[in-house]
């Protein structure tokens, strides 16, 4: 009996001292900077969920429709040989900025300088031959009248001095061919621009308007940005171009988000594609700066209207909902409702608020994840600045 209650004293001491093991441990466990910051995640610290919060502001905003584009060259011209020969002389540089008629080639000319001195040697024998006619005219009209000749012979004469006219005529549009000819031979540039690569070397012998040419150039300044919207977007496009009075302003943009140029816009397509739903639109660009370049990619955006004084929140702090967008307001007793929105558009990282916040309005900006209706919330000392 006395070991039985030996046992029992020493099995109640072990049992006391893992009790209070047990409880201390715990106690430490939940006293941990991650205990606690789980606690407050879940609500259940007595500050709230940390949060990121932002008020509505009112600001001007851009309203932009952003599209897709390529940069076209404004006019683009393959430089052709009008007339066969030896291309004696290239007289550019592949890459050069050349000027409209600036000279480019040069075929060798004699040929056509002999085929035009025989073409004013013809003109001035006809020249001489139609001289003569109307003498002989002269005479037979005088011989006529005297009764001294037939009017047969009168009606020869005036045939031969109109034969001799036609030939002088034909003599003239002659020599200009035969001058068109020779000034063919030199090559000179038909717009300002920039040449591409040289497709034919001096010394080959070259044809009139052969399939291959002897440059291409290209006009950099101004140039075109084609580019698509959707057909939604033409009624706002319609609107816009009646109340600016004006082009539309139009911006490209570089894939990093840069501005590669201001332009204005040119044409909206007079068709709708109906296998995509999109209308064409061009755009005109000074480009001084070559930012554009021809066959480029670009992203585009155009100016329709400009909202004054908007209510504008952060991009971020618009959620995506099954009902659609939304975001938590904090209300005065510093918990959440989730406010349904209509939205505008979104421009340089800040949303434009149709229905469903009035300016001054707090709202959260980060740590939505953590939120739902109703949870307590303590604003963050981190917390980012109000657009303005």
């Known amino acids: 009996m006395a070991w039985a209650l030996f046992f029992v004293m020493k099995f109640s001491r072990i049992l006391g001292v893992l009790l209070v093991v047990g409880v201390a441990a715990a106690l430490a466990w939940h006293l941990r900077p991650e205990a606690s910051a789980a606690a407050a995640a879940t609500g259940g610290g007595s500050t709230g969920v940390v949060v990121a919060t932002t008020r509505v502001a009112q600001r001007d905003m851009p309203a932009w429709l952003s599209g897709l584009g390529t940069v076209r060259a404004y006019n683009t011209v393959t430089v052709r040989p009008r007339v066969n020969g030896t291309l004696d002389q290239v007289n550019f540089t592949e890459g050069q900025e050349v000027a409209a008629g600036d000279v480019l080639a ?32 002269e005479r037979s009209r005088q011989l006529v009248a005297d009764r001294a000749e037939s009017r ?38 038909p717009i300002a621009g920039r040449t591409g690569v040289r497709l034919i070397d001096a010394g080959n012998l070259v044809s009139a308007n052969q399939t291959t040419g002897l440059v291409v150039i290209t006009q ?29 302003d139009v911006e490209a943009l570089a894939p990093d ?14 068709q709708i594609d109906g296998s995509t739903g ?20 670009v992203s585009t955006r155009i100016l329709v209207e400009t909202r004054r004084q908007a209510a504008v929140v952060p ?7 099954v009902n659609g967008p939304f975001a938590y307001v904090v209300k005065p007793d510093q918990t959440v409702e989730a406010r349904p929105l209509t939205v505008g558009p979104s421009v340089d990282g800040f949303t434009i608020i149709e229905r469903g916040l009035a300016p001054g309005e707090e709202v959260v900006r980060e740590g939505q994840v953590k939120l739902e209706p109703g949870t307590k919330i303590s604003a963050s000392d981190t917390a980012l600045p109000t657009a303005s």
């Open 315 to 321: 991009a971020e702090v618009v959620q995506a909902g």
């Open 220 to 248: 950099m300044r101004p140039v075109s940005v084609l580019f698509t919207l959707g057909q939604q977007y033409l009624p706002a496009l319609r609107r816009g171009m009646a109340a600016n009075g004006g082009p539309l």
């Open 152 to 189: 047969q012979i009168l009606d020869q004469k005036e045939s031969d001095l109109a034969q001799a006219d036609a030939a002088v005529h034909a003599d003239y549009a002659s020599v200009q061919a035969a001058e068109l000819d020779l000034e063919f031979t030199t090559v000179r540039a």
């Open 278 to 297: 999109s209308v064409r639109l061009k755009a005109r660009f000074e480009n001084d700066d070559q930012a554009l370049w021809p066959g480029q990619f």
């Open 257 to 270: 988000g840069s501005s590669l140029g201001r332009g204005k816009l040119e044409l909206i397509d007079n």
């Open 106 to 137: 040069r075929i060798d000319p004699r040929p056509y300088q002999s085929a035009l001195d025989q073409a004013l040697a013809r003109q001035r024998q006809d020249e001489a031959l139609l001289l003569n006619a109307q003498r002989e005219l």
